[in-house]
């Protein structure tokens, strides 16, 4: 700062002097030229001057307009910090009395700056920034009164000075604090050995719109913007100055760690200072500070200010003490950090105010003198601004040093609210240590009135009871959450939050904060449609914020997480959602099916996505962010999901997060008319491109819906808009979806099988080829009495075998595919019922339709063939099979003619043999009549057969028996 000083005199001095010393006759070019030149040589840095003129009447005097002193750098001696300036002005104003100039006097009637600017740059150097001191280089002066040098400034600039100097010899000078025209002929400057050999009085010194600014490490310190100084000084021949006036700062700021201080609040200073250029110190012998309404006393010095001090660097040493109040003040929100109240536009604030402390220490830059500031306000009053009511009974009292700021109360009430806070915070200038007390029950509208804006955090409202102790460091780059531990409670009471993509509204419920873990009971809330309750616990909270999910971290979690209704597709829209898509599924009402919100025709494809476009996360992105840092346990009992425009149902859900991996254990659900199981796993990691890997169970499902609502599933079975009825699945499918939340086709691998009882199926393009060819209109709707498909899914295509179909009076059983680009195949058996067998002999060979057709009365088992766009194809019988089918026929055929001969041949020849026996029996007894005679009787009269004809007669039986092998 030493050089901001002295460059402002020493500029003051040569234009004073310029009306004494030069001619006439020297134009204002050549009197500009020689300032800069001579400027800048003294100072070390560029001076540019617009305009020089002076005169003599009735005064002497001197305008200059457009002055700028160019930026200059210093480093301590430490090589530790640096400082630099740059000044300039609009005009310089300089009128002096000519009688007093004679008595070696220089009485300074009128001096006017306008539009003085100061920019100060402080900067801590790194080890790699930092030089051997504040100049480096080798310094010249001559003994003749002029002289030059060159100095080589530290890193960062070309630090090359041209200085005169004089003396009474030559000499150079080399070193790490070397200044320009050091030596032996160094020259002399005010306040060095001698002092100076006039007296100066300024009268009248004013600087009017000064504006001075402050960096630290290139962020913003200090700033007073539209300052008007009005001052009278001496400076007497020892040098030593007395200054006497008054500062108006209608603005200023204070920029800390804790936030911004003065927004608002103007500044009045009347001082009266002395200044001993031989001793280096500023004395306060009075200053009276006026803050917005608060009067503050100002008493002490400032030492180490010599300005023939050998390094280019003065080191202020303060010894400052200040009081202030108790006064009422009209702007107490000025005196606040910002951080505590940021929104002021339209707030009107009051209180009483009392203010002590003191400074002392050396003010280097980039460090912090020892200080001490204790403020006491009582009867505070907010109101008008962002504010929905206003606030009483704010009252701070509190104490801030280098080191800590103690909070002995913090308290204020509103309409129904009321907060209290305690604590300290260590080290709040580097790593702050956070030990504080919350008790309030308060009004979030006020509390979101009164914090900064954040259009990602929307406006709250409701209210909430906080018991909370916080203790912890807060760290650069890290969540306070993350590294702060709290301990206590929160109840919300009819919470919402507005102004964002997802409002919140109606949220009750309670959480208890014990360090990292978050522990939630029966909170609820609605979102558009949805409502949600939560219970459970959740470690490390902090990570679930979607601002912090570029960082690594995940939460522990154990959720039960119930809703009456959840609409997904409001809450997690996919990316594209709503837009045009390309293509369209199969069937009567395909089209419409492919056009909802966001749906393609399966194939994976759509014509944009507003993710990709915009750079903005879709909904379902941010969903899948949230779920992919939650790992643990999760219940799900949901009465209506609403997802991608279908409902479920009496959702019940069991399983596990796994950093963006969902493991089912068991999920049931109702779903087109119907139930569903599924267990298995779903991987969001990939929010565009979902993967899954699900056994499913579904039962009665209705298959008009289940088909039609699902256009991908419509695309790869056909059988959306043509069928009605139930249906059984059984599958365990693997694969993903696309961006739109629907089924990427090309990805899908499934091995499963499909039942179908009951029901009709209209209008199939398959169907309507078959009517056409067997010339029957009415085949265009048939009942299902039975269907069966086993399935294999894999590479885009649907692939069944031994498929069995009863519809109507026709039995189908085949095997083929269909595919996700639009073709069919299928190779099967036909039973055409006998009644619609017609049309069939015209369309056959006639050797082959006689046989096949020769009896009728008889179904045709009839080879097909169907192949070729599944939206029209073709139907052909194969003619391989059904020249084997008819040969096969032919032989069936003679076989069963032959059978039926070969029958009749075996039943006249056993008639003939039965016919032969009977006769030759009947000969044989006749002639054994004619040869035997009759029976004899006994005693008792009986008849008694004769033994001889007896044997005859059964040797002549044995004799037939042998001749025709009968009994």
């Known amino acids: 700062m030493k050089r901001v000083g002295i460059g402002i005199l020493v500029l003051a001095g040569l234009l004073l002097l310029v009306p004494l010393v030069v001619p006439r006759l020297i134009s204002s070019d050549a009197l500009r030229a020689r300032l800069e030149t001579a400027l800048s040589a003294r100072l070390g840095r560029s001076v540019e001057i617009g305009e020089v003129t002076f005169g003599l009447r009735p005064l002497p005097q001197v305008h200059a307009e457009n002055i700028r002193l160019g930026r200059d750098r210093s480093v301590n001696e430490e090589g530790t910090s640096a400082t630099e300036t740059e000044i300039s002005a609009n005009s310089l104003d300089l009128a002096v009395a000519l009688r007093p100039l004679f008595r070696k006097e220089v009485e300074v009637v009128r001096a006017t700056a306008d539009g003085l600017v100061v920019d100060v740059w402080l900067e801590a150097l790194a080890a790699g920034q930092r030089g051997g001191g504040p100049a480096h280089g080798s310094g010249e002066g001559r003994g003749d009164g002029s002289?030059?040098?060159?100095?080589?400034?530290?890193?960062?600039?070309?630090?090359?000075?041209?200085?005169?100097?004089?003396?009474?010899?030559?000499?150079?000078?080399?070193?790490?604090?070397?200044?320009?025209g050091d030596g032996a002929g160094a020259a002399r400057s005010p306040g060095r050995e001698g002092g100076p050999n006039v007296s100066v009085r300024v009268e009248s010194l004013v600087l009017s719109d000064l504006q001075l600014r402050v960096h630290k490490d290139g962020s913003p310190l200090f700033s007073m913007d539209h300052v008007r100084e009005e001052l009278e000084a001496?400076?007497?021949?020892?040098?030593?100055?007395?200054?006497?006036?008054?500062?108006?700062?209608?603005?200023?700021?204070?920029?800390?760690?804790?936030?911004?201080?003065?927004?608002?609040?103007?500044?009045?200073?009347?001082?009266?200072?002395?200044?001993?250029?031989?001793?280096?110190?500023?004395?306060?012998?009075?200053?009276?500070?006026?803050?917005?309404?608060?009067?503050?006393?100002?008493?002490?010095?400032?030492?180490?200010?010599?300005?023939?001090?050998?390094?280019?660097?003065?080191?202020?040493?303060?010894?400052?003490?200040?009081?202030?109040?108790?006064?009422?003040?009209?702007?107490?929100?000025?005196?606040?950090?910002?951080?505590?109240?940021?929104?002021?536009?339209?707030?009107?604030?009051?209180?009483?105010?009392?203010?002590?402390?003191?400074?002392?220490?050396?003010?280097?830059?980039?460090?912090?003198?020892?200080?001490?500031?204790?403020?006491?306000?009582?009867?505070?009053?907010?109101?008008?601004?962002?504010?929905?009511?206003?606030?009483?009974?704010?009252?701070?009292?509190l104490s801030v040093d280098p080191r800590s700021v103690a909070i002995e109360r913090l308290s204020a009430r509103a309409a129904g609210s009321s907060i209290e806070a305690r604590g300290t915070v260590e080290n709040y200038q580097t790593l702050p240590k956070v030990d504080l007390a919350l008790d309030g029950d308060l009004d979030l509208a006020l509390l979101s009135a009164l914090a900064p804006h954040d259009p990602k955090s929307g406006e709250l409202s409701g209210r909430a009871d906080v018991q909370l102790v916080v203790r912890g460091t807060i760290v650069e780059g890290k969540d306070p959450a993350e590294t702060l531990d709290?301990?206590?409670?929160?109840?919300?009471?009819?919470?919402?939050?507005?102004?964002?993509?997802?409002?919140?509204?109606?949220?009750?419920?309670?959480?208890?904060?014990?360090?990292?873990?978050?522990?939630?009971?029966?909170?609820?809330?609605?979102?558009?449609?949805?409502?949600?309750?939560?219970?459970?616990?959740?470690?490390?909270?902090?990570?679930?914020?979607?601002?912090?999910?570029?960082?690594?971290?995940?939460?522990?979690?154990?959720?039960?997480?119930?809703?009456?209704?959840?609409?997904?597709?409001?809450?997690?829209?996919?990316?594209?959602?709503?837009?045009?898509?390309?293509?369209?599924?199969?069937?009567?009402?395909?089209?419409?099916a492919g056009s909802k919100s966001g749906a393609n025709s399966g194939t994976g494809s759509n014509s944009g996505?507003?993710?990709?476009?915009?750079?903005?996360?879709?909904?379902?992105?941010?969903?899948?962010?949230?779920?992919?840092?939650?790992?643990?346990?999760?219940?799900?009992?949901?009465?209506?999901?609403?997802?991608?425009?279908?409902?479920?149902?009496?959702?019940?859900?069991?399983?596990?997060?796994?950093?963006?991996?969902?493991?089912?254990?068991?999920?049931?659900?109702?779903?087109?008319?119907?139930?569903?199981?599924?267990?298995?796993?779903?991987?969001?990691?990939?929010?565009?491109?979902?993967?899954?890997?699900?056994?499913?169970?579904?039962?009665?499902?209705?298959?008009?819906?289940?088909?039609?609502?699902?256009?991908?599933?419509?695309?790869?079975?056909?059988?959306?808009?043509?069928?009605?009825?139930?249906?059984?699945?059984?599958?365990?499918?693997?694969?993903?979806?696309?961006?739109?939340?629907?089924?990427?086709?090309?990805?899908?691998?499934?091995?499963?099988?499909?039942?179908?009882?009951?029901?009709?199926?209209?209008?199939?393009?398959?169907?309507?080829?078959?009517?056409?060819?067997?010339?029957?209109?009415?085949?265009?709707?048939?009942?299902?009495?039975?269907?069966?498909?086993?399935?294999?899914?894999?590479d885009g295509r649907v692939e069944f075998e031994k498929v069995l179909i009863k519809a109507g009076d026709f039995t189908l059983s085949g095997s083929g595919w269909s595919s996700i680009a639009g073709d069919v195949r299928l190779d099967a058996d036909l039973l055409v019922p006998a009644n619609r067998t017609a049309q069939l002999r015209s369309k056959l060979p006639a050797a082959v339709a006689d046989v096949l057709l020769g009896k009728p009365g008889e179904p045709v088992l009839l080879p097909i063939t169907v192949s070729g766009p599944a939206a029209k194809p073709s139907v052909q019988v194969d003619d391989g099979r059904l020249t084997d089918r008819a040969r096969a026929r032919a032989q069936e055929q003679l076989d069963a003619e032959k059978k039926k001969l070969e029958q009749q041949l075996e039943a006249e020849k056993e008639a003939l043999q039965k016919k032969l026996e009977d006769e030759a029996k009947k000969r044989a007894k006749d002639t054994l009549d004619d040869l035997l005679p009759g029976p004899k009787t006994d005693s008792s009269g009986a008849s008694q057969p004769d033994s001889l004809a007896g044997k005859l007669e059964e040797e002549v039986k044995g004799v037939l028996k042998g001749i025709f092998k009968r009994k």
Do not use: C
Request: proline share 6%; charged share 20%; net charge negative.
């Open 147 to 180: 002289g030059d040098g060159q100095t080589d400034g530290p890193s960062g600039g070309d630090g090359k000075h041209s200085s005169d100097g004089s003396g009474d010899g030559a000499g150079s000078g080399k070193g790490a604090n070397s200044r320009p």
């Open 609 to 794: 996505s507003s993710s990709a476009a915009t750079g903005t996360p879709s909904g379902f992105e941010v969903f899948a962010g949230f779920l992919s840092r939650l790992e643990g346990p999760i219940r799900l009992q949901i009465g209506t999901a609403r997802v991608r425009e279908m409902d479920w149902t009496h959702v019940d859900g069991r399983g596990a997060l796994d950093a963006g991996r969902i493991r089912i254990d068991g999920m049931d659900l109702e779903a087109f008319g119907g139930k569903l199981a599924a267990i298995g796993s779903v991987d969001i990691r990939n929010p565009k491109n979902p993967a899954f890997d699900l056994g499913v169970q579904a039962t009665a499902l209705e298959a008009s819906r289940f088909f039609t609502d699902n256009p991908g599933l419509s695309k790869l079975s056909g059988l959306g808009g043509f069928v009605q009825g139930t249906v059984d699945l059984a599958a365990q499918t693997k694969g993903s979806l696309d961006e739109t939340f629907q089924l990427d086709l090309r990805t899908l691998t499934s091995l499963g099988n499909l039942e179908m009882e009951g029901g009709k199926i209209t209008g199939h393009p398959i169907q309507t080829a078959l009517a056409g060819y067997l010339g029957q209109s009415d085949l265009r709707t048939l009942p299902i009495h039975d269907w069966l498909q086993p399935f294999k899914v894999r």
């Open 234 to 397: 001496d400076i007497a021949v020892d040098g030593v100055v007395h200054l006497t006036g008054k500062t108006e700062a209608p603005a200023w700021r204070l920029d800390t760690p804790t936030g911004s201080f003065g927004d608002g609040l103007p500044a009045v200073l009347e001082k009266s200072l002395r200044f001993d250029p031989n001793s280096g110190d500023l004395r306060i012998e009075s200053a009276e500070l006026d803050l917005g309404g608060l009067p503050v006393e100002v008493s002490g010095t400032v030492g180490g200010l010599q300005t023939g001090a050998q390094s280019d660097e003065i080191v202020p040493v303060l010894d400052l003490t200040f009081s202030g109040g108790p006064g009422r003040i009209e702007n107490i929100v000025g005196l606040l950090p910002s951080a505590w109240v940021s929104r002021t536009e339209g707030l009107r604030s009051s209180g009483s105010l009392r203010v002590t402390g003191s400074v002392t220490g050396p003010l280097r830059p980039g460090d912090v003198p020892e200080f001490s500031l204790s403020l006491d306000l009582s009867d505070g009053h907010l109101e008008g601004g962002a504010l929905p009511t206003a606030i009483d009974q704010l009252l701070a009292k």
């Open 486 to 592: 709290p301990i206590g409670t929160v109840a919300l009471e009819n919470v919402a939050v507005r102004g964002i993509e997802q409002p919140v509204e109606a949220m009750n419920g309670t959480a208890a904060v014990r360090g990292r873990e978050l522990e939630v009971s029966a909170l609820s809330f609605r979102m558009g449609d949805s409502d949600i309750a939560i219970d459970g616990k959740v470690a490390n909270f902090w990570v679930l914020d979607p601002r912090s999910f570029d960082r690594p971290g995940t939460s522990r979690a154990d959720l039960v997480v119930r809703s009456e209704r959840l609409d997904l597709d409001a809450l997690a829209p996919p990316a594209g959602a709503g837009m045009s898509t390309s293509g369209s599924g199969a069937g009567a009402s395909s089209g419409s």
